[in-house]
């Protein structure tokens, strides 16, 4: 069974800086692509960045700059850090993977957690 729990996140005020991470435990045989969504209310889950199992990252325009994605592979976790916030970032974000298991491959998301930036 793998469990995949995020972490970070909270509130901040604009142009401040938050931290996520997602963390994917148990039987894991490898680990393909790694990504990130959020949902604000109101609104449909959205892209927001995505890192190939070679490291390979790309960006929703509207956090080209100002996020980055990173991944430790020894440890099968992901993270998002996010400068320069926007109240506009305001959202709950997910965390999702690719992740092969001794018996499927399918994608897994986190539980969601929530980033608000207001003043």
């Known amino acids: 069974q793998v469990r995949f729990v995020e972490s970070g996140g909270g509130s901040v005020q604009p142009g401040g800086s938050l931290s996520l991470s997602c963390a994917a435990s148990?039987?894991?045989?490898e680990i393909w692509d790694m990504e990130w969504y959020r949902q604000a209310p109101g609104k449909q889950r959205e892209?927001?960045?995505?890192?190939?199992?070679?490291?390979?990252?790309s960006y929703d325009d509207s956090v080209k700059g100002r996020f980055t994605i990173s991944r430790d592979s020894a440890k099968n976790t992901v993270s998002l850090q996010m400068d320069n916030l926007d109240p506009e970032d305001t959202a709950v974000y997910y965390c999702?993977?690719?992740?092969?298991?001794?018996?499927?491959?399918?994608?897994?998301w986190g539980q969601g957690i929530q980033v608000t930036v207001s003043t």
């Open positions: 999702n993977a690719d992740i092969v298991t001794p018996s499927l491959r399918k994608h897994f």
């Open positions: 148990g039987s894991i045989f």
């Open positions: 892209f927001v960045a995505k890192i190939t199992f070679a490291g390979r990252a």
